[in-house]
Antibody, heavy 119, light 107 residues
Framework: EVQLLQFGGGLAQPGGSLRLSCAAS????????MGWVRQAPGKGLEWVSS????????PCTDSVKGRFTISRDNSKNTLYLQMNSLRADDTAVYYC????????????WGQGSLVIVSS | DIQMTQSPSSLSASVGDGVTITCRAS??????LSWYRQKPGRVPELLIY???TLESGVPSRFSGSGSGTDFTLTISSLQPEDVATYYC?????????FGQGTKVEIK
């Protein structure tokens, strides 16, 4: 059974930092592109960033450029999202996602991590 | 970037009715299109991937069709547990963009 188990999140002050982790099991991690999706309160789903199998391509949405960094450690089967210079509008539930590298097969989601940015 | 446009934004139907939601991509996404059902406070649930493949364990009343730019999610017989918001997502290349969602209610 595939599991994406998320860690991190919580309350941060504006301008602060948080790191999210997503530990994968039940799949061959190095064959999956990974990503982060968020959902602000009462809003729809928004793609945040993704990373290729090797980590050599890491696009992100414009609103987080220069502030958020996605990375992965294939030896630990773990995905990360480093969030710096947090703003109130980053408040959301963050989900990690796994997509097989050639886009075949189902997509998998983590359980979500709540991030609240508030003073 | 490719934009994903869902319609309608909301709908109301009776139990047992057939329901159709459409998703249009601004450029060809091949068949790299998924559909999700999200109930309030819950993780989105994958219903369909590769445009028409039913995810394991998902009821057969759900079906997906389409390729290229035009896609459809059909619920053949709406059930009370289908009250939720539905999203399409394209995932061939980044960004893995979502549609804006369709809220489904029971009359």
């Amino acid at each position: 059974e595939v599991q994406l188990l998320q860690f991190g999140g919580g309350l941060a002050q504006p301008g602060g930092s948080l790191r999210l982790s997503c530990a994968a099991s039940g799949l061959t991690f190095s064959t999956y592109a990974m990503g982060w999706v968020r959902q602000a309160p009462g809003k729809g789903l928004e793609w945040v960033s993704s990373i290729t199998r090797s980590g050599d391509y890491t696009p992100c949405t414009d609103s987080v450029k220069g502030r958020f960094t996605i990375s992965r450690d294939n030896s630990k089967n773990t995905l990360y999202l480093q969030m710096n210079s947090l703003r109130a509008d980053d408040t959301a539930v963050y989900y990690c996602m796994a997509k097989y590298y050639d886009a075949s097969g189902p997509l998998f989601w983590g359980q979500g991590s709540l991030v609240i940015v508030s003073s | 970037d490719i934009q994903m446009t869902q319609s309608p934004s909301s709908l109301s139907a009776s139990v047992g009715d057939g329901v159709t939601i459409t998703c249009r991509a601004s450029q060809d996404v091949s068949n790299s299109l998924s559909w999700y059902r999200q109930k309030p406070g819950r993780v989105p649930e994958l219903l369909i991937y590769a445009a028409s493949t039913l995810e394991s364990g998902v009821p057969s009343r759900f079906s997906g069709s389409g390729s290229g730019t035009d896609f459809t999610l059909t619920i053949s017989s709406l059930q009370p547990e289908d009250v939720a918001t539905y999203y399409c997502q394209k995932y061939n290349i980044a960004p893995w963009t979502f549609g804006q969602g369709t809220k489904v209610e029971i009359k």
